[in-house]
């Protein structure tokens, strides 16, 4: 038994030597448990607002939302239990994809796992070892290694930069599939991408166009239909991914598409293939959620203003926003130490905030990301712009 443990321990040696390097970069991550989530936490009988928490629309324990995953558990049991192409297809799951599709203005949707699977089942689904894909230098991680695990070959174009990006189409084999990708609201900065443009140079070179809606699912477009439905650019993109776990407050990714393209995910997209369906619950309350919105399609609005109050706010103090346009406000520190001693402060001062470092961003733009949500109030959002701001200048980042 002694020798399996030296074994064991000289084996993993290295994890403790890399740690250290880590945390020497101030770029050791740490999960934190918190009691709720949402946009307002209380911990050890004190009030925080949380600005590190995706529940946008404040959904996620809306009364409506969970009486319908409540229903929806008691109706179909606590898991689906097998992979959709086995016995894990339930009737929720077929009635939430065509409300999404409805809701994006597709003629199908199909529903995945999580956000992060859905995009890793899509791309090496559409593209190969023969293939190109574009994509946007900001994209997400997901996307970034669903390309590595599809073999395409890479093309990068300048964050936002619909010219470069029809420079690389133009450069690029005329044989092959291409796929061109991007974020429509980008998760770290804020802004959003010039999806017209985007739309024009994909359908030009003949390329695909998959657009992640991940941040803007319930926020942007009528009802909280995201960005492509905002441009009115159905038509025009092959793929509108989205999650159900940011603006709608609950689990799972999906992609709404053609209904060819549905059958060839159904197919071919290992991430959905090989992995069994979402709880009924999670179906049920997002089915909650677009029942919310329907009734209430005004709430990403609302949002979107508080907002923009918000960060006028910030920049009026000197705080760099970046180009921030939308929920997610980022407040640029750059160096990594400072950034963690300035989020550190901020949650002493009862505001609980993401300190962002590389690898998510680049190296040297280090980063508060602030998430605007409706469970916090204008004069509150005031009021924390005016804290941020005077603790930035405590910590030597203003």
Not at 42 to 61: C, E, H, K, P, V
Not at 184 to 203: H, Q, T, V, Y
């Amino acid at each position: 038994m002694a020798k399996k443990t030296k074994h064991f321990m000289s084996v993993e040696s290295w994890i403790d030597e890399e740690l250290k390097e880590l945390e020497s970069k101030h770029l050791l991550r740490r999960a934190t448990a918190y009691p709720a989530a949402g946009g307002r936490v209380t911990i050890d009988g004190r009030a925080y607002l949380n600005f590190a928490s995706n529940d946008y629309l404040g959904l996620a324990g809306h009364p409506d939302v969970v009486a319908a995953s409540r229903r929806a558990l008691e109706q179909y049991g606590a898991g689906a239990t097998a992979s959709r192409l086995v016995a894990g297809t339930l009737p929720i799951h077929e009635e939430l994809e065509q409300r999404l599709a409805a809701h994006k203005g597709y003629p199908a949707a199909l529903l995945f796992g999580s956000g992060f699977l859905t995009n890793m089942g899509m791309v090496p689904a559409l593209v190969g070892r023969s293939d190109h894909v574009f994509a946007d230098r900001l994209a997400h991680a997901s996307l970034m290694d669903a390309v590595t695990l599809s073999r395409a070959s890479l093309h990068r174009f300048r964050h936002n930069d619909a010219d470069h990006l029809g420079e690389l189409l133009a450069k690029a084999p005329a044989s092959g599939r291409k796929l061109v990708m991007t974020e429509s609201i980008f998760s770290m900065d804020g802004d959003a991408a010039p999806l017209p443009d985007i739309a024009e140079r994909a359908e030009k070179y003949g390329a695909m166009l998959l657009v992640d809606e991940a941040h803007a699912t319930g926020v942007f477009g009528p009802a909280g239909a995201g960005l492509t439905a905002e441009h009115n650019l159905a038509a025009r993109t092959t793929l509108a991914m989205g999650t159900l776990s940011k603006g709608l407050g609950s689990y799972g990714g999906f992609v709404a598409c053609s209904n060819s393209m549905r059958r060839w995910l159904i197919a071919q997209a290992r991430a959905f293939i090989y992995t069994t369906a979402l709880p009924p619950a999670i179906a049920g309350a997002s089915l909650g959620a677009l029942d919310v919105l329907e009734r209430q399609p005004d709430l990403g609005r609302d949002l979107l203003r508080r907002a923009e109050a918000f960060r006028k706010n910030l920049q009026a103090a000197g705080l760099n926003t970046l180009k921030s346009s939308s929920q997610i406000v980022p407040v640029l520190v750059g160096d990594n130490e400072r950034t963690l001693t300035l989020a550190t402060r901020l949650r002493e001062k009862g505001l609980i905030v993401a300190a962002i470092r590389p690898p998510t961003v680049p190296p040297g733009t280090a980063r508060l990301r602030l998430s605007v949500t409706l469970a916090h109030a204008e004069a509150e959002l005031a009021a924390a712009a005016e804290l941020i701001a005077n603790t930035a200048r405590e910590a030597g980042a203003l």
